[in-house]
């Protein structure tokens, strides 16, 4: 089964750095797309930024692009992401997501496997 387990959260000021990562088991080399996704209380779960597994294709959302970067490491089935450049709004919970699929998606709903999320906190 596959199974994803997030970590890198935590408090940051504004301007600052953190870099996520995403342990992921179960996975081929080809044939998934690894997505993080954020949810702020009270608003919509939104896209972050995805990557497929196989051809290391990549996709941000507006928002982010420019100053979040994602990556993966396949002997280590991980995938990060790089956030530079905090800002308050960046605050939410970041859940990485799993979709079989060789196409990123954006919408939450394709992704069909979830890991338990970390807090990412920026502070102003």
């Known amino acids: 089964q596959v199974q994803l387990v997030e970590s890198g959260g935590g408090l940051v000021q504004a301007g600052g750095s953190l870099r996520l990562s995403c342990a992921a088991s179960g996975l ?11 949810q702020a ?5 939104e896209f972050v930024a995805a990557i497929t597994w196989g051809s290391s294709r990549l996709l941000y ?10 990556s993966r490491e396949n002997f280590r089935n991980a ?6 450049n905090l800002k308050p709004e960046d605050t939410a919970m970041y859940y990485c997501a799993a979709d079989r ?7 939450a709903r394709r ?7 970390t807090q990412v906190t920026v502070s102003s």
Do not use: C
Not at 111 to 117: A, D, V
């Open 28 to 38: 081929t080399f080809s044939g998934y797309v690894l997505g993080w996704f954020r």
């Open 101 to 107: 699929a060789t196409a990123i998606g954006t919408d």
């Open 79 to 84: 995938v990060y992401l790089q956030m530079n």
């Open 111 to 117: 992704y069909e496997h979830w890991g338990q999320g």
């Open 61 to 70: 959302s507006d928002s982010v692009k420019g100053r979040f970067t994602i």
């Open 41 to 45: 209380p009270g608003k919509e779960r």
